[in-house]
Structures are given as structure tokens and as C-alpha cells.
């Protein structure tokens, strides 16, 4: 059974992690570029909005990558937290 889910009018395959990764790129440039606004006008009055969290679609266009780089035959991103210098005087 595909799990499918339509993103910008795109419908992908949530099974597939690296054609969702080209999609939520690609929806990322469309969201910065103002392909989302709203606009809306009372009279003279004109207003734009653009509601949008960058920062987790960030998060989720890592999780499609690493998902992808593990599925193709890659290893796991690591991030690994560096030891600070502490002097013991």
C-alpha cells in the first residue's frame, strides 16, 4: 500500500525518502521565493501573507536525505559534539 501525500501540488510517496527530499526542496525555494503568498485586498488597503516554518522544513528535508543516503547503500549522518577545553588550575 503507497502512502501518498501531495506537497505543492506534487503527490509523492512518503515510502520513498529521496524523491520527498527533491519535493520538500523543492517546495522550500517555492516557500522563499513568495510562490506562497496570500494576498488579499479591502478597498485600497492591500496585504500579504506567507506562513511558513523554515526551520522545520529543514529538519524534514534532512530526515528525507539521510533516510535517502541509508536507502541507496550510505551511512548514517553523525553529528558529533565537540569536548571543551577546561583548565584545572
Same mark, same amino acid.
Given at each position: 500500500?503507497?502512502?501518498?501525500? #501531495?506537497?505543492?501540488?506534487?503527490? #509523492?510517496?512518503?515510502?520513498?525518502?529521496?524523491?520527498?527530499?527533491?519535493?520538500?526542496?523543492?517546495?522550500? /525555494?517555492?516557500?522563499?521565493?513568495?510562490?506562497?503568498?496570500?494576498?488579499?485586498?479591502?478597498?485600497?488597503?492591500?496585504?500579504?501573507?506567507? *506562513? *511558513?516554518? /523554515?526551520?522545520?522544513?529543514?529538519?524534514?528535508?534532512?530526515?528525507?536525505?539521510?533516510?535517502?543516503?541509508?536507502?541507496?547503500?550510505?551511512?548514517?549522518?553523525?553529528?558529533?559534539?565537540? *569536548?571543551?577545553?577546561?583548565?584545572?588550575?
Amino acid at each position: 500500500m503507497t502512502n501518498n501525500v #501531495v506537497i505543492g501540488g506534487i503527490t #509523492v510517496d512518503m515510502d520513498d525518502p529521496c524523491s520527498l527530499a527533491t519535493v520538500l526542496k523543492a517546495h522550500r /525555494l517555492t516557500v522563499i521565493a513568495g510562490g506562497t503568498v496570500t494576498m488579499s485586498q479591502h478597498g485600497e488597503t492591500r496585504m500579504q501573507f506567507s *506562513a *511558513a516554518n /523554515l526551520n522545520a522544513l529543514d529538519r524534514e528535508i534532512a530526515k528525507a536525505e539521510d533516510a535517502c543516503t541509508q536507502s541507496t547503500g550510505g551511512r548514517k549522518a553523525r553529528f558529533a559534539m565537540r *569536548a571543551g577545553f577546561r583548565r584545572i588550575a
